[in-house]
């Protein structure tokens, strides 16, 4: 008897270490406490409710009595804190079991103070800075009531036609991986408070391999290729305590998302652990029908309720047919308790039930805070790429400048896809920068209105180019050339920019080309027609002051690409680690270079295009600087690993020009030999160190052998033995490789 209590004992024991260990949002037992309590008085009908998310637009009377009748859990595309309250009132003193609402909103880079657009972010390769910029949209968004951010995006992009390009950290798994718990930390704070927003890791999975390019489209990733690439952003979003995720519109060999078993249940909640709220994308649930995989609404509740996904954005179709589904039996409830449980935990972890309301006073006064603005500034300081200089930048002072160019003076276009919510009025252009900082010396002509703009003489900006010195030309995409079904099949510049560029090239004046755009376009007939060309993506409300301070040289660019760069859009996918073919490029003959009439085998026969052979435009990785910086000293502090062992990496970085600057030192590494074929290069670090002028610095980079393992031919994540190379540079194309072994353990 003794024993079998001790037994029993030992199993409840066993058992909450169990449930401690599963729980990735980092849930109480007090909080489940309050859950369970609340989840006992509720009705069928008033869970379904919670599990309801609707778009209600700034119209309070229309929502009223759903909100009342415990019809809808949480609200999107309401910014307007007075309204928030008014929706808060509706539920929390008129309906029966007065439960907060939550509600959510795209601040995807910034509320009301606009940072660079992610991929911008992600060009910074500076975490912390992310993470700050993250915490200051929160601050904004939270005090006007919006506590559920749909950000940030992982999708890993390959493709810089597809127009959400724009939203994400680029093509590398371990920068996005980086990106996204800094992103996390910055939204949620470090403990969960008032100015906590949720965050929501979308889009779960593999929507940026949309075929194509073409938004929405079809993907075919295996599963090694997500559990390599394209899900350990999730992962580790996750592990940094995400409390949301939200499924993607595509279906991945076949699957869609929002019904996927495998990805949701097994990947997400089995093996993560993720105990927080899934939300299914907009309409994602209703798309099952077109996609063929559902017969109809009703079809697609049944179905993803039982892959566990927890709110429905906008099908409605929880709302009308889960309760008839639970009834007839086809639809357990306990699927619905699990998926309420969820829901009402991120509404009681985020203090809603004690704080429903906000104080629409003091949300004013914290937008646009001379502290959110400086943020804002340094983001797009360190997310500018200088992608050539021939010596006409940083500007001369007194020089004469004329000012070009559609993004000049572009308020609303710099700030890029996705801002609901930043003011053009708050934004400062590049035009009003440098005016403010040359005062007298910039003369503007705009030469187009609009990146679009087709226009075949330029009469008016040329005879301004010849009274100038030097030239500014602000080039590159209107904000809704990129974003959400804004996918593109040309990437050169729009409309008449390249001629533009080229006509201010021939008055044989120094010219400097910036470029403010959603994707990497593909600029290479542009090189040759400006003497330096600074890419900008789109830099936000304070793009203008960052960029005359790096134009001016008070500020040195940092930047590097966070996705290759391509020479043309035919050469898509092109992306630094992709896999070791049997037959790797060796120089081989280019078109111009073949005999006529050559035999069959003479040109080499290895993996490139004849027209464009192999490399990209700019390698991943890759960004100049205002001075120079050499590597030297590579050493490994071992030649032998086992996969429990941490690897250690010191260098030297030295800065070897006249300014202070600031370089990414990058560490990469291939698998030489692998159950299966591996990539031909990795990122697996990388380190921001500010040097002055002839300073060199000693840096050591750790490591653990660990973040070496992959899912090999049995699928199972581990190390595999064998020989390894390592490069130490400042790009994904440059350095020479050290060579490492790790070694089974004994
Ligand atoms: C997008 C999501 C977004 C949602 C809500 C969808 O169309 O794909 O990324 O969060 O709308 O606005």
């Keep these: 008897m003794k024993c079998t209590?001790?037994?029993?004992?030992?199993?409840?024991?066993?058992a909450s270490c169990v449930r401690e260990e599963a729980t990735s949002v980092g849930t109480t037992p007090e909080v489940e406490a309050r859950v369970d309590g609340l989840l006992k008085q509720m009705t069928l009908a008033e869970k379904i409710g919670q599990m309801n998310q609707v778009s209600v637009g700034g119209d309070v009377a229309n929502y009223a009595d759903a909100v009342v009748k415990g019809r809808i859990g949480s609200i999107l595309n309401e910014a307007d804190p007075a309204k928030i309250n008014a929706f808060q009132r509706l539920a929390v003193e008129e309906s029966r079991l007065g439960i907060p609402l939550l509600v959510g909103r795209d601040v995807i880079h910034g509320f009301h103070?606009?940072?660079?657009?992610?991929?911008?972010?992600?060009?910074?390769?500076?975490?912390?800075?992310?993470?700050?910029?993250?915490?200051?949209a929160a601050v904004e968004a939270s005090a006007q009531g919006i506590r559920w951010t749909f950000s940030p995006m992982l999708d890993i992009a390959r493709d810089p036609r597809w127009g959400r390009i724009a939203e994400g950290s680029g093509e590398d798994t371990y920068l996005d991986c980086r990106m996204a718990e800094a992103m996390v930390r910055g939204y949620q704070g470090a403990v969960l408070d008032s100015t906590s927003m949720a965050a929501c890791v979308k889009h779960f999975a593999g929507y940026g391999a949309a075929e194509g390019g073409r938004d929405y489209n079809s993907t075919f990733i295996t599963e090694r290729q997500l559990r390599n690439d394209y899900l350990p952003p999730f992962e580790a979003a996750i592990r940094a305590g995400a409390l949301t995720l939200m499924t993607s519109f595509n279906d991945n060999d076949g699957v869609p998302s929002t019904g996927n078993d495998f990805l949701v249940r097994q990947v997400l909640r089995d093996e993560w652990g993720f105990d927080g709220l899934v939300v299914t994308d907009w309409n994602s649930m209703g798309e099952m029908v077109p996609h063929g995989f559902a017969a109809d609404n009703k079809d697609a509740a049944e179905k993803a309720v039982g892959v566990s996904v927890d709110m429905d954005m906008m099908t409605f179709g929880y709302l009308s047919h889960l309760e008839e589904l639970v009834r007839s039996g086809a639809v357990k409830e306990s699927l619905i308790d699990d998926a309420v449980r969820r829901?009402?935990?991120?509404?009681?972890?985020l203090g809603l039930f004690e704080h429903p309301y906000v104080d629409v006073e003091a949300a004013a006064a914290v937008q646009y805070a001379p502290?959110?603005?400086?943020?804002?500034?340094?983001?797009?300081?360190?997310?500018?790429?200088?992608?050539?200089?021939?010596?006409?930048?940083?500007?001369?002072?007194?020089?004469?400048?004329?000012?070009?160019?559609?993004?000049?003076?572009a308020p609303y276009e710099q700030l890029g896809t996705w801002c609901f919510d930043g003011d053009r009025t708050h934004t400062v252009t590049p035009l009003k920068a440098l005016q403010e900082r040359f005062p007298g010396k910039v003369s503007y002509v705009q030469g187009l209105r609009y990146t679009r703009q087709k226009r075949d003489r330029f009469d008016d900006v040329v005879s301004a180019a010849r009274r100038a010195d030097v030239v500014v030309a602000f080039l590159g995409?209107?904000?809704?050339?990129?974003?959400?079904?804004?996918?593109?099949?040309?990437?050169?510049?729009?409309?008449?920019?390249?001629?533009?560029?080229?006509?201010?090239?021939?008055?044989?004046?120094?010219?400097?080309?910036?470029?403010?755009?959603?994707?990497?376009?593909?600029?290479?007939q542009?090189?040759?027609?400006?003497?330096?060309?600074?890419?900008?993506?789109?830099?936000?409300?304070?793009?203008?002051?960052?960029?005359?301070?790096?134009?001016?040289?008070?500020?040195?660019?940092?930047?590097?690409?966070?996705?290759?760069?391509?020479?043309?859009?035919?050469?898509?996918?092109?992306?630094?680690?992709?896999?070791?073919?049997?037959?790797?490029?060796?120089?081989?003959t280019l078109l111009d270079d073949m005999d006529l009439e050559p035999g069959q085998t003479s040109l080499g026969n290895t993996s490139y295009y004849l027209d464009y052979g192999a490399y990209p435009l700019f390698p991943f990785g890759y960004g100049l600087s205002y001075t120079r910086f050499a590597y030297s000293g590579i050493s490994l502090d071992r030649e032998v690993y086992t996969p429990s062992d941490t690897l250690s990496v010191s260098f030297t970085l030295t800065n070897t020009g006249e300014r202070e600057g600031t370089e990414v030192a990058q560490v990469y590494v291939r698998d030489l030999v692998g159950s299966v074929t591996r990539p031909v290069k990795e990122l697996k670090a990388f380190r921001r160190v500010s040097l002055q002028p002839g300073e060199s610095q000693?840096?050591?980079?750790?490591?653990?052998?660990?973040?070496?393992?992959?899912?090999?031919?049995?699928?199972?994540?581990?190390?595999?033995?064998?020989?390894?190379?390592?490069?130490?540079?400042?790009?994904?194309?440059?350095?020479?490789?050290?060579?490492?072994?790790?070694?089974?353990?004994?």
């Design 5 to 14: 209590k001790i037994f029993i004992l030992a199993l409840l024991v066993v």
């Design 113 to 136: 103070t606009v940072f660079p657009i992610p991929l911008g972010l992600a060009a910074t390769f500076d975490p912390a800075l992310v993470e700050e910029g993250a915490r200051v």
């Design 343 to 349: 829901i009402l935990r991120v509404k009681v972890m």
């Design 371 to 409: 502290e959110h603005l400086a943020a804002a500034c340094r983001t797009a300081e360190e997310s500018a790429i200088l992608l050539k200089n021939d010596g006409v930048l940083p500007l001369k002072d007194g020089a004469r400048i004329l000012v070009t160019g559609p993004m000049a003076d």
């Design 477 to 524: 995409e209107e904000s809704i050339l990129s974003g959400e079904a804004h996918s593109l099949a040309d990437l050169n510049l729009k409309g008449s920019q390249s001629s533009l560029l080229a006509a201010l090239h021939a008055t044989g004046k120094s010219v400097v080309a910036v470029v403010m755009a959603g994707r990497p376009l593909t600029i290479e």
């Design 526 to 588: 542009d090189l040759p027609h400006c003497g330096a060309l600074l890419y900008a993506f789109h830099p936000g409300t304070m793009g203008g002051p960052a960029l005359s301070r790096l134009l001016t040289g008070e500020v040195n660019p940092s930047g590097k690409t966070p996705v290759t760069f391509l020479r043309t859009v035919g050469q898509v996918p092109l992306y630094y680690n992709h896999h070791m073919t049997g037959r790797p490029y060796k120089n081989e």
């Design 698 to 746: 000693l840096l050591t980079v750790q490591i653990p052998v660990s973040d070496l393992a992959f899912y090999g031919l049995d699928m199972v994540k581990k190390v595999e033995p064998g020989e390894f190379r390592l490069w130490v540079a400042g790009d994904s194309a440059s350095g020479d490789p050290l060579s490492f072994e790790v070694r089974a353990a004994r």
